[in-house]
Structures are given as structure tokens and as C-alpha cells.
T-cell receptor, first 112, second 114 residues
Framework: ETGVTQTPRHLVMGMTNKKSLKCEQH?????MYWYKQSAKKPLELMFV???????ENNSVPSRFSPECPNSSHLFLHLHTLQPEDSALYLC???????????FGDGTRLSIL | GQQLNQSPQSMFIQEGEDVSMNCTSS?????WLWYKQDPGEGPVLLIA?????ELTSNGRLTAQFGITRKDSFLNISASIPSDVGIYFC??????????????FGSGTQLTVLP
């Protein structure tokens, strides 16, 4: 059983909708990450938070807005998404930014 | 940016056979990680390597950190059906207490035939 929990597991939304993805880690880690996983492509890092502070924004479009209220929770707020944003969105956490990352099972997002 | 070439992209093997896959990088890393991802799940960490030349085992899995620090391989011995999945390598460069982002390979899709 994963120590990183993501909800929802599946999400279908229209291009004009607003939704949020949630990630919670029960591992006592201090760093949390959002990745995008598309078919046949390497995992793409989107955002990194360390002790609730954003330390990396990998040139992600503003229609993706992260929020990290504490070291255990990470959100990804979505609005006005495009069809090419359909993908598996993975959350990960690590004790520190130089420690191995542990992943959740992802949210499968489909944009209609 | 940094790139990882992971090969092969896919493998079909008979149950009981050994498997080998590898990753090469255009630049050096001081950490190599190997993950496995099953359908509908997130990647699970298999082995972490922190030192050039390091050889580490986890059950039937063995991984090595290349001495050039630009490559790593993963071996699976005596494959079984539950080894099916996508295997990812990932490299990270850590210096002066700060860590650059993890760079992932494109994955090796492993199919084990009965």
C-alpha cells in the first residue's frame, strides 16, 4: 500500500471546467512533486515543493496552479485545460530533495 | 538539458529467462534509481545507487552504477510473470547540498511469456 495517496484516480473534464487534484503523503517527507506522464514519453517534472515552498516550476503553463498548504498535502488546481493536457498526473514525495522519491498511483486526466 | 537513453524500449522474454536493460546519459549523475510501474499504478522504487561502480541487489534484481557515472544497468534473473511492467531508470546530480531535478528514461516495457 502506497504512502502517497492521490485523489481522484480518474477525472474527465471539459476545457472550461475547474477542478483540483489532491495528493497526501503519510511518510513524514518534506519535499513533494507533481509530474506529468504521457504515453511513450519520459516523466515530466512540473513542480517541486520543499518545506511548503516552491523550489521548481518547470515552465508549466499557468492553467496549472499548485498549492502546498503543508508538507503532507499538495494540490494541483486545473482550469481551462487543453486536450493535450490529457495524461497521468503523478505526485511524489521524498524526505529531502536529494532523497529517492516515492510515487502515488496518479490521477488519470482526460480533457474533452 | 540532460537526456537519458533507456534501452531496449520493449522486451518479450520467456518465463525463467534473465533480462538486462540499461540507461546511458549525456552527462554525469551521482545518483541512479530504478523504478517499476505496473498498469494503473505509480512507479515503485526498486533500487537506489549512490556510488560509481556500486552493485546492488534486491532479490532477483541487480543494478549497477557505471564507473563513468553516465550509465546504469538493471538485471532481472529467472523472470516470472509478475515481473511484467514498465521499468524506468532515473538519474540525479546532487552537488553542494542542492539537488537537480530527477531525469527519467523513457522506460522499458517488459512482457514475460509463460
Amino acid at each position: 500500500e502506497t504512502g502517497v495517496t492521490q485523489t481522484p484516480r480518474h477525472l474527465v473534464m471539459g476545457m472550461t471546467n475547474k477542478k483540483s487534484l489532491k495528493c497526501e503523503q503519510h511518510l513524514g517527507h518534506n519535499a513533494m512533486y507533481w509530474y506529468k506522464q504521457s504515453a511513450k514519453k519520459p516523466l515530466e517534472l512540473m513542480f517541486v515543493y520543499n518545506f511548503k515552498e516552491q523550489t521548481e516550476n518547470n515552465s508549466v503553463p499557468s492553467r496549472f496552479s499548485p498549492e502546498c498548504p503543508n508538507s503532507s498535502h499538495l494540490f494541483l488546481h486545473l482550469h481551462t485545460l487543453q486536450p493535450e493536457d490529457s495524461a497521468l498526473y503523478l505526485c511524489a514525495s521524498s524526505l529531502g530533495e536529494n532523497q529517492p522519491q516515492h510515487f502515488g498511483d496518479g490521477t488519470r486526466l482526460s480533457i474533452l | 538539458g540532460q537526456q537519458l537513453n533507456q534501452s531496449p524500449q520493449s522486451m518479450f522474454i520467456q518465463e525463467g529467462e534473465d533480462v538486462s536493460m540499461n540507461c546511458t546519459s549525456s552527462s554525469i549523475f551521482n545518483t541512479w534509481l530504478w523504478y517499476k510501474q505496473d498498469p494503473g499504478e505509480g512507479p515503485v522504487l526498486l533500487i537506489a545507487l549512490y556510488k560509481a561502480g556500486e552493485l546492488t541487489s534486491n532479490g532477483r534484481l541487480t543494478a549497477q552504477f557505471g564507473i563513468t557515472r553516465k550509465d546504469s544497468f538493471l538485471n532481472i534473473s529467472a523472470s516470472i510473470p509478475s515481473d511484467v511492467g514498465i521499468y524506468f531508470c532515473a538519474g540525479q546530480l546532487i552537488s553542494s547540498g542542492s539537488a537537480r531535478q530527477l531525469t527519467f528514461g523513457s522506460g522499458t516495457q517488459l512482457t514475460v511469456l509463460p
